[in-house]
């Protein structure tokens, strides 16, 4: 009876062991499965920051070459936000710029803090500073962990402004290291055409041409107006017709250095050509740092992502104005409304240097009544053209041209010249005798 009973028992304690070690077997199947599934479906993204869901993981300038950063920036829609997330096996990806087609890349591997994260051709095979584990946090985010080092994709110092640095850090947990994927389609992008205004025609397509749907601003010839003052607008300094001429912001006038052309280029930018010059709206020397110049230059063919222009809507009837090649403002130095404040460009703060609006220009030669003053439009501009700096109001006094000659000469001596006049301009009757000291009496 006790053997059975010693039998017995030993069984149990075979069948324990067995039970144990099939459920440690079933939980490190389950781990394993867990580490290497999928977290997240492949597709094409933008990787959202949750320090500010408005800042996205961006490509510096839309740069396609290799070594080109990896930044924070405010949210545009444009393809240098947009990432192709691709699993590669085993609980890895590829983070791949949609702009570029190159994949994010730890600089030369390294294993310290605050090493670089750039964008690179993708290696074949695939190396490990290549490859990222996506890891879903407790708290519905995500977090990027590279292969190479075992460090976490990381905004330097968690901060949520442009050009923030993105590098690897050792994890925290920090809200630097979280990130939200938001899937790229139709309804999210370019974020635009929510404004408010009635300064123009929103110009959103129904079946128009591709592309037309995220256009915002019809084509047309504008002023583009300040939101510091609605008197001051952008403006050719100068009227000149020269590359390099300044834009700055000036005093509303009647006059073509304010007008400017924007054409839609069915790629979320627009070309802003000066109607004075045919010249286009450039960033001097191709610049990407705050306060660099703007100014006015013969477009290039094909166009440069230097002369191409973003236009997001900043509520109230105002717009934001955006670099393609930068992702910088355009922007009114210290936000001053006086004549000749420069125009440059600026990380967006959202400021009311940095808005404006699109109005229907003034129209000085519309106003003229060709039948009742014929040939008097075309030689009106023909002055203008001539002399783009001068500022031109038409003034209707009523009165006939021939009578007014006739009545500045009808009283003598009241119409003066000053004395350095000469020849035909001195009064044949008086010659050199001065009135009110320093003046000639004026010919007829």
Not at 128 to 143: E, M, P
Not at 218 to 240: C, H, Q, R, T
Request: hydrophobic share 30%.
């Amino acid at each position: 009876m006790k053997n059975n009973k010693k039998y017995r028992l030993i069984i149990v304690l075979i069948l324990l062991t067995l039970l144990q070690v099939c459920l440690f077997n079933t939980i490190i199947s389950l781990a394993q499965e867990t580490s290497t599934s999928q977290v997240i479906e492949d597709g094409t993204y933008f990787i959202k920051s949750i320090i500010d869901e408005n800042y996205v993981l961006d490509i510096e300038g839309a740069s396609s070459s290799n070594l080109a950063n990896v930044e924070l920036f405010e949210y545009n829609g444009q393809e240098n936000q947009q990432f192709k997330i691709k699993h590669v096996g085993n609980g890895y990806y590829q983070i791949i710029a949609v702009h570029s087609n190159k994949v994010l890349d730890v600089e030369a591997c390294k294993k310290e803090n605050e090493t670089n994260v750039e964008q690179f051709s993708e290696n074949i095979p695939l190396t490990s500073n290549q490859k990222w584990k996506i890891q879903k946090n407790t708290d519905g985010t995500y977090s990027f962990i590279s292969e190479c080092n075992g460090l976490y994709l990381d905004i330097y110092q968690a901060k949520a402004q442009n050009k923030v640095n993105i590098q690897v850090y050792e994890g925290h947990n920090g809200i630097g290291q979280k990130f939200k994927f938001e899937k790229v389609n139709n309804t999210t992008i370019p974020e635009t055409n929510t404004g408010t205004g009635q300064d123009i025609d929103q110009g959103t397509s129904q079946g128009g041409s591709e592309g037309q749907e995220n256009q915002i601003v019809e084509n047309g010839v504008y002023s583009i107006v300040s939101a510091i003052s609605d008197n001051f607008v952008l403006d050719v300094k100068g009227g000149s017709k020269a590359d390099c001429a300044n834009i700055q912001i000036y005093e509303k006038q009647a006059v073509n250095r304010e007008k400017f052309k924007l054409e839609y280029l069915k790629d979320g930018t627009y070309k802003i050509t000066s109607v004075n010059s045919n010249k286009v709206l450039d960033v001097q020397n191709d610049g990407r740092v705050n306060e660099t110049n703007v100014c006015q230059f013969t477009p290039r063919n094909p166009i440069s992502d230097n002369e191409k222009w973003i236009i997001k809507n900043a509520g109230g009837g105002y717009y934001y104005i955006i670099s393609k090649a930068s992702g910088l403002y355009l922007d009114i130095y210290n936000a001053e409304a006086k004549n000749g404040a420069n125009v440059q460009i600026y990380e967006g703060h959202e400021g009311i240097g940095q808005k404006f609006k699109f109005i229907q220009p003034l129209d000085l030669l519309g106003s003229i009544d060709t039948n009742k003053y014929p040939g008097y439009k075309e030689k009106i501009k023909a002055l203008m053209d001539a002399h783009p700096a001068w500022n031109f109001e038409l003034l209707y006094t009523g009165l006939k041209f021939d009578d007014v000659i006739t009545g500045e000469t009808s009283l003598h001596s009241r119409n003066l010249v000053p004395k350095n006049y000469g020849g035909e301009w001195i009064c044949q009757v008086c010659g050199t005798k001065l009135y009110d000291s320093g003046w000639y009496c004026a010919s007829r």
